[in-house]
């Protein structure tokens, strides 16, 4: 097949790569653009280590065709915060012992962003429904909802 | 000195690694990429129990942008040798089929190609001519006399000692069965359980200029993997440069040494890079699981609540090969019983082979499952005779100083005061001569036995 040439902004920069037509985003990301944050772990939308943002929604990177984010907005866990300016959910799950091995965390950060970009008060219920898509097998899932609670409160408080 | 002194003890400590995995700069084995790497994909058994007569992957061979081809005859020690140094033996598994297959799934043979679409198609195009016979799906006819035998050394069990089971035997079980208020039973089992990490097993092995092989791993065990891949490829294991220590979750899951040693030859045999990733279907059908347990019980219990006579017959399910389940089922002999004095034990228990996949290490395995069947069992024996689940643990709980059935003198118990503690966070009052009790209280006033 012959490869096609996608633009889309990647973390507020503009980029172009060649990609083969049927490539999901997340491949695209891993192996063509080498920003590795995003996981890869079941490759058919089941466990949402892979989400990163379009146009600020959460997406399974594994089930988008790159082709579809042409002249989009995509952002990974890279683009919100690298040390030592961490975002404030990198900060939490840090202090809140919210990642264990590690694996799920960009995905379960990235839809929380998502979350909290559009509703910054959610309730703990609200912060569990927007993770419902994305699953933890070590740490459990409560120190996750207690760091994404201590931002909510941040937030008010700032 | 006291704790606060120490420094360390009681102080909360970040976690080295934390930074890295929540900015995503962590890397794990699917995040390495080499320039010139290949991708490997495992042409596996699509039955469960045949003789393989013929692979023929000359399609496989000639398909555009396949590199190599691995089979049997290119591995130098063609066995996993996981647990050969604790004495599980023989050798029953090989690195790749070339005989027979004995799960559905099991790994025959490699293909190597420029991409990992490449390698998947062309996997799809090996001929395999096996001889499908029926498999022994279920543990108790295996063990039965019907069974077809799957094991080469003549049943379908570990042998220990020359049984086919794991005996423990302990006081007089069958007198004191006798002279019991109570003979309560109860039967309990458990399906087999995926561990299901979100990272897939995975290996990266990078052939290096001096002859040594650098190898990305995300085993839960890497000097064990270096030691077993070492055996399998029949090098010194300082040709193998090992990198490790970083799991997307394991849970007993890898530790089986069942990426590298492929992924090595491949990388041998080709002189670049290989990586070889598992798909999630691989992981959830194809790595090994928490074992399928049937346990029964039979307890001989007094009206005051002590259980004086306790047997248990157990059949663990290995699947098709040892892993580590021979050694699980030790561990689970032992803790049978359960933490509790019972002055007359009998237990069978058995590692049986069927032809399923392979079983082997999960989360405290072949305990874990002890200890379910054996406090359903203790809420059993509650309610049969009456009494409340506090009061029956606490009276039957194992003193220091008593014996075990194992031969093993208690030493440091601590059950009787984890209960009472228990009690006390969710607001239970216990009665005042539960209360009293204590671990130390063998020979004295509350030892039932002693």
């Known amino acids: 097949m012959e490869s096609i040439t996608v633009t889309f902004k990647l973390n507020g920069k503009t980029t172009a790569v060649a990609i083969e037509p049927l490539e999901s985003l997340r491949t695209v990301l891993r192996e063509h653009l080498h920003l590795h944050a995003t996981k890869a772990g079941c490759g058919q939308g089941g466990c949402g280590s892979c989400t990163v943002l379009v146009n600020d929604e959460p997406v399974l990177s594994c089930l988008m065709l790159a082709a579809l984010a042409d002249g989009q907005e995509v952002t990974t866990l890279e683009g919100i915060g690298t040390p030592p300016h961490m975002h404030p959910l990198q900060t939490a799950f840090f202090d809140r012992f919210a990642a264990q091995c590690g694996y799920c965390s960009p995905g379960m950060i990235m839809a929380a962003k998502a979350l909290l970009d559009k509703n910054p008060h959610p309730t703990r219920a609200e912060i569990a429904e927007a993770l419902a898509g994305n699953l933890c097998r070590c740490t459990g899932y409560v120190a996750i909802l207690d760091a994404i609670e201590d931002v909510v409160t941040q937030m008010q408080e700032a | 000195m006291g704790v606060k002194q120490l420094g360390i003890v009681g102080q909360s400590v970040k976690r080295r690694d934390g930074i890295g995995h929540v900015t995503g700069q962590t890397q794990y084995v699917d995040d390495v990429f080499y320039t010139g790497m290949l991708w490997l994909k495992m042409v596996r058994s699509p039955i469960s129990r045949g003789i393989i007569h013929g692979i023929d992957a000359s399609k496989a061979e000639a398909f555009p ?12 020690n063609n066995w ?5 140094l604790i004495g599980v033996e023989p050798n029953d598994e090989p690195v790749l089929a070339h005989e027979e297959v004995m799960y559905m799934g099991e790994p025959i043979c490699a ?19 096996i001889e499908e016979l029926p498999p022994v799906l279920d543990m108790e006819f295996a063990i039965s006399p019907d069974a077809p035998v799957i094991k080469k050394w003549g049943n379908n069990t570990f042998m220990y000692d020359g049984y086919n089971h794991r005996k423990l035997r ?31 097993h995975c290996c990266v092995v990078k052939p290096e200029p001096d002859g040594r092989l650098t190898v990305h791993s995300n085993t839960q065990a890497l000097y064990f993997t270096m030691d077993n891949t070492a055996i399998i490829l029949q090098v010194p294991s300082q040709r193998l440069h090992m990198i490790g220590g970083t799991v997307g979750g394991g849970f007993g899951g890898k530790v089986d040494v069942i990426t590298e040693p492929i992924t090595c030859i491949a ?28 346990m029964h019980y039979t307890d001989g219990v ?17 699947g098709a090969y040892h892993r580590h389940s021979p ?4 561990k689970h002999m032992a803790n049978l019983p359960g933490p509790y004095t019972i002055p007359n034990v009998w237990v069978d228990a058995y590692c049986v082979y069927t032809n399923r996949q392979p079983s082997s290490a999960m989360r405290g395995f072949g305990v874990t499952e002890a200890t379910f069947a054996v406090e359903c069992q203790m809420e059993r024996i509650a309610r049969t005779i009456g009494m409340d689940s506090w009061e029956i643990r606490l009276i039957n709980a194992y003193r220091n100083g008593q014996m075990r059935p194992v031969r093993k003198v208690v030493e440091d118990a601590t059950l009787i005061e984890t209960i009472q503690a228990a009690a006390e966070l969710i607001g239970y009052e216990l009665p005042a ?11 004295g006033k509350g030892g039932h036995h002693g």
């Open chain 2, 65 to 76: 942008g396949v590199v190599a081809v691995v089979t049997a005859k290119d591995v130098p």
């Open chain 2, 433 to 443: 001569h539960l209360k009293a009790m204590s671990s130390d209280d063998y020979g």
């Open chain 2, 327 to 330: 050694y699980g089922v030790q």
């Open chain 2, 267 to 294: 990388a041998m045999k080709t002189g670049r890079p290989v990586k070889w990733r598992w798909t999630r279907e691989e992981e959830m059908r194809k790595s090994s699981t928490r074992a399928g347990v049937k």
């Open chain 2, 111 to 129: 293909i190597v190609a420029e991409t990992e679409a490449i390698a998947a198609e062309a996997a799809a195009l090996v001929k395999l001519d």
């Open chain 2, 170 to 200: 302990f006081g007089d079980f069958e007198k004191a069965i006798q002279q019991a208020d109570h003979v309560i039973e109860g039967d309990y089992s458990l399906s087999p359980i995926e561990h299901a990490p979100i990272e897939t």
């Open chain 2, 302 to 318: 007094m009206n005051d609540g002590r259980i004086i006579a306790r047997k248990v017959r157990s059949l663990e399910d290995a």
């Open chain 2, 80 to 84: 996993y040798t996981i647990l050969c």
